[in-house]
Each structure stands twice: as C-alpha cells, then as structure tokens.
C-alpha cells in the first residue's frame, strides 16, 4: 500500500510539473499574476509530492519489503541499517528518483527563498525547472520504476554490491547530484533570462548562489567519490580518468567557469551572453554525464545499467533541452550586448583567461572521453583512451592557469598594470623557486615533482599576498590590519580560502603521483617489511565476522626509527550473499603522507599473506585542499550580497526599484 | 534470481544464465580488489621493475573495464605484466616492448593513443580548440579596448568632477 502510495505520488508530482510548466511561463507572458505565482505554490507541492514518493521507496528498502522487484534486486534483510537505507538510491531506479527529488528541492528553495526575484523571471525560471522534471518524471515512470511489484516475493534479497557498502559511498551519490542537478536551476535562471532578453548585475546576483552551492555540492561529491576510491580499491589510487569519474568532472569545470563569468556580469555588466552560453553547456554536460552513465553506453565500473531504451530516452531528452536552448540561446543571445568596456590586462582578462583555459580542459577531457565511442560509431576501429592521453593534455593547460591565478586577483578591473602585479608577486616566486629546488633535490628523475610543487608554492603564496594586500597587512598597524580582516566580504574571504584549498590539494597530487612508495611481498607471522622510514610488522591474521561478511583481518605493528607508531589492522571481507570480496586497506594519515597497508591473498598454510604497503606522500593536503575548497564556496555563499532574499546591504546607497540597477558596490582593491 | 526461473525456462537457458553470472562476478572481483601485481612478478632488478611500472602504466587490461594492466587483477593481466618483464629481461627497449604487445593485442591496449590518421583529432583537437577560443578572446578583447580607445577624453568639468568623487572615497 505504501509502495502504491508512493507511485501515486510520482503520477501526481508530474501533473504538478505539466501545470507548473505551462500556467506560469503563460502567466508571464500575459502578466497575469496569480498564474505567475501559481509556480511557487506548484513548487512546493512538487517537493512535496516527490519527497512523500522518495520516503516510500525508503520505507520499502528499510523494512525489506521484498514484494518490491527493486528491493529483492538491492537489498537483503541482514545488511547494516545505514546500507538498507543507502540502497534507495544505491540502484538505477532509484537514483533516478533521487535525481528529480533534488530537482524538486532546488525548484523549491527558488520558490520559497526568491522573494526579490521579479514575479515574471521567478514564474518562468521554474516553469524551465519544471519542464526539466517533467522528462525526468517520464524517465521514471515509463523506463525506471522503482515502485514496480513481484508476486510472489521471494524470502530475501540479492544485496548490494559490496563495494558500494561504504559509508563514503553511501554519501557519494547525494552530494554529487546535489552539484549536478543544482546547476539545473542555473540554466533554468538562464533560459529564464533569453526569454525575457535581459542578462544584467541584478540577474548575476540572484543566481550566483546557486552557482556557488551547485558548485560546492559537486566539488565534494568527486572530492568524496575520488577518496572512497583511494581507500577502498585497494592501491591509493584517487583519479583515473574513468569516463564516469570524467562526466562529473565536467560540468565541474564549465561550472568553475561560470562561476568566475557570472562574477563580470555582476560587477561589470560583461560578458553576458557567454555567461549565458556557460550555464546551458554546464547543465548540459551534467544531463550527458547522466545520459554517460545511466545508459551504459560507456561500460565502466561505475556503469550498473544496460538497458538500451533508458539510454535513448537519456538521449532525446539531451537533445531536446541542448536543441531548444541552442537555439533560444542563437535567437536570443545577440541582443545581450555587453556594458563595461576593459583592456586585456585587467580582472576581466584575468577571468577571461581562465573561462578559456577551464573550457579548453572541458573540451579536451570531452574528446577524449567521447573519442573511442565517436571513433567506433564511424567504423573507424576501436582505441582507448586512458590516463597517458588525460594527463598530457590536462597537466599542460593547468600550468597557465595557475600562474594566472595567482596574477588575476592582483589586477584591479577594467585597466591593470602586469608589472606591478608581478612586483607584488616577488615572494610569491621565491617561494616556487624555494619549492621547486626542495622537489628537485628528493628526485632528480622527474620534473613533475619540481612543477607541482613550484606551482603549489606560487599559488599558495600569491593568494596571501593577495590577502595581505586587501587587510594592508605589514602597512597598517596590526590591529588595523585585523579590522580590515574581520571586515572583509565573505566572497572575497571564500575566493581566499577556494584558491590556497586548490594550492594545497596541489601538494596532495604532486607528492602521492611523484613520490609514492610502494612494496609488495609475502609476509609470513612475525616478518618485518621497510617502506621509507617505517617499519611493518606483521603480527598475523584472524578471521572476524561483520554483520553480513565475514573478514580476515591482519595486524602490523608499525615503528619508526625503534618507536612504535601505531597499529595497522587491514581487512579483506567476503559477502557470501552477493558474492563478492573488498579489501579495506589500513590506513595510518600524517602531514607528511599515509601509511597505507593491504592484505592480499593467503600464501601457504603458514599464515603467510600477500601484503601490500604503500606510502603516500602528502595525501592528506588533497583532502583538506579540497576540504577548504568547498568551505570557500559555502563562506562566499554566506556572503550577505549575494544571501537570497537578504535585505540590500546596509552601505548600498540609492537602492534602485529597478531590477536592471548596476551594482553599486564594488570592493575596493 | 535462481528462485524464480522464468516459465520457459529450459535447460540450456539455465546454463547461459549461469555462465553470464559467473562472468559477472569474476569481473566484479577484477574491479574490486587490492591492485595486481602479485609478489612473485616483480623483477629483481629495481630499475627494470621500475621500467616494467611505466610500461604496464600504459596498457589497457583487455578484459577489464578502463584499468591498466598493473591495477588489475584478471589473469590477462597478469599474463600481460608477465609477457612485459620478460621482453624487458630480454633486454628489450620500452619501445620494443610496447611495439611488441600491440602487434599481439592491436591498438586497443594502448592507454596513449597511438598518433594516426584516426587519431588526428583527438591529438590536435585539445591545442585547436585552444587556439579558436584564444583567438576569439584576442578579437573580443581588442574590440572591447578599441571602443575605449575611439571614445572622447574627459572633458575639464568632468575630470574635475571625477577627481572630486575620488577625492572623498576612502582608499
């Protein structure tokens, strides 16, 4: 009944959506307004609608209710509450429904947080939002339905694939979709926007902190996604280009461009109809990267459906939305002329240089991620594209960009002056140089590890110099100094702490791809294995039972120079119910890299085991560059300019009624 | 789902079933465990392990989906890492022995897609689409700094009046 309840919800949801689609965009159009404000209550009914529709799919999943195909498919009745729960969207089906609720959460946030938005651009921004749904909605019920009954039920599960019981998995999924399915409201704002022919700063800031959370969201899905790989598959690998790993990593890159456009339409009335442009590539990438992988068309570890009518529907939809917005977008886009005029060197230009460089990488992780299917199509014989291609064409376009970026925020807007922005830059370079020839000194094999780390150094410092220069740190006494800290705006606090995140989880990067240790062996009870300065005693294995594996656990002793570090205690586990094995490395994490311990496969009767030890280096700057990454984007999103539906700012003089009022205030630089 | 034969079942059905879970599950377990290279593979020789390293880096497992042969354990793999240390052992260049492992497997095991006519434009297609985007931002750009350039200086009354708003801006 419950189950039934919750595929009634969804029929319902969708005729919301139709009516939500059509009603208000009429309604504006005519400027009528009780059609117009018939989106925000649709809105909410929709979120409603879907979260009721979600909570009984969860229902089913948490008490087992195996008369559901889903259920049986996904689950089994002695696996860990947490995986019961994460099993919802654990699977294809329920992903899906995953996906439109989140679809239907930000329709909401808009509806119930956009006071300020003009009626006319809030009616048609989630009327574009609901559109959206609506295809999503068929998806589901015509493809993907979760609700669907068997008869008679089996008495239990098939489970879960274990290696999605993880907690760091478990959370994966949400965030993720969280960023892709954000950037959604951004496109729907900017179809929103063609139709009614106006791009300004009024329009940049309400949809701003949508980018940004988007944006946020997304970073930490991959930053989540890329740390479950380094400890769960067994060899601290993060990144591996995986044509999955890759469609989430583009709209992350275009959304990073977006990001730092929508900043010039906001400040300086520029570049709208790029920016425009970038926000329906953004979400089109994010559809794509859902088509990539709920199609199966890209066989891949991550791809767990193959069901070619779900890949085609994927597809139309694709092309229906990238079709119709290209063309609104030809239609429409010319009359978006932009204001504010620049000179080449100036935070225009800066930002310019990075749009170009952040969407040449997008592109080119594209091509190559599309290469081999596009080749194959055309009879043209099958190749593979893998992390040799990736990084020769990834690593070179980033050099660029994070020079600039150290530059870029030094340069005030419209006219800058390159040379005294390389001035202040002098300890910046110093401290590459210093960085460099600590890299170069460790390995003379390579010159990535002098690269990465020069670059790291560059970056980091040049952010502070940055800093130090908006707070007159060393110029002003120390309290002024801290004055001006405090009273710093959050988007410049969160651009501060987004830039040093990127410099740091550079470090993690250079040191674990360069100076990765790594020592394979078989280890008898008793034996000891150096890696680096650590020891490894392996003090032998036993046989533990979890709620639904069984496991054999090993124990190593680590000491470093005679003193005993700690205890590392790795697992192999098999689930008898799916049949499948992981391997839970052990992993000890310091600043200065990880120590990282496997158990392999038995060896003998003697209790020997294949083990495998890694050190990696600096790993732990990933995590927390990109811990800090992320917490800019959520600092900048506290910024009360951009807070939606804050009151104006207390300084902002001359509060316009007009929408398309330039922004006033400017940060002075 | 072995509780719930479909009701033309058949024999023969059965089996392919069977087969196809049986493959199933020796690939989840090529994608789910601790990298490959086992203990008794690796070469005494530290430099030649280290070369073995960057040449298995390139190579596609062919039965694997997107891990190279050194991150996987399908016995292919394992067979591949073997067939690379002995041509290395046989002295070999690295060349030869990529050489030698494409002309057994064809280009499809290699990560680094080899330059060709069909590959023309994945090779280029990165460094083009830099130089198209490049230049459309020098045009746009130097539109942008020419329609300053074409307006008219400020006049007196209004420097004075800019240097007048600037005068009581705290810097």
Redesign the interface.
Known sequence: MIVELGHFALILALAVAVIQGTLPMLGAARNHGPWMELARTAALGQVALVGLSFACLMYAYVVSDFSVVNVVRNSHSLKPMLYKVSGTWGNHEGSMLLWVLILALFGAAVAAWGRNLPPALKARTLAVQAWIAVGFYLFILLTSNPFVRMLPPPADGLGLNPLLQDPGLAFHPPLLYLGYVGFSIVFSFAIAALIEGRVDAAWARWVRPWTLSAWAFLTAGIALGSWWAYYELGWGGWWFWDPVENASFLPWLTGTALLHSAIVVEKRETLKAWTIFLAIVTFGLSLLGTFLVRSGVLTSVHAFATDPTRGVFILLLLVIVLGGSFALFAWRGPQLAGGGLFRPVSREGGLLLNNLILCTAAAAVLLGTLYPLMLEAVGGGKVSVGPPFFNAVFVPLMVPLIIAMAVGPLLPWKRGDLGGALQRLWIAGAAAAVAGAWAWTRDMSTLLGLLGMAMAAWLLVGTLVELAGRIQLFRAPVTESLRRLVGLPRSAIGMTLAHAGLAIALVGMTGDSVWKLESIQVTAPGETVTVGRHSYTFEGAREVTGPNYLAIRGSFRVERDGRPVTTLEPERRRYPVERGETTEAAIHPTWLGDLYVTLGDSQGGEGAFVTRIYFNPFIVWLWTGVGLMVGGGLVSLADRRLRVGAPAPRRARATAPSPSAPATETVTP | ?A??PEAAGGMRRRLVKAVVVLVA?LL??G?????G???DE?LADPALEARAREIG??L?CLVC????ID?SNAELARDMRILVRARLQASDTDREVLDYVVSRY????????PFKA??L??WF??AL??AA??LA?VL???R??G??DSLPPLSEVEQARLEALLGDR??
């Open positions: 789902m509780d719930h599950i989840m377990s994608t789910g465990q601790a990298g290279i086992q203990p690796i880096r390139e596609r989906q997107n891990q190279s991150d064809g280009d499809f095991v290699r990560l680094r897609p069909s590959t434009l994945l297609g990165p689409i830099l985007g490049g931002m746009f750009v130097r942008r700094a329609i300053e705290p810097r």
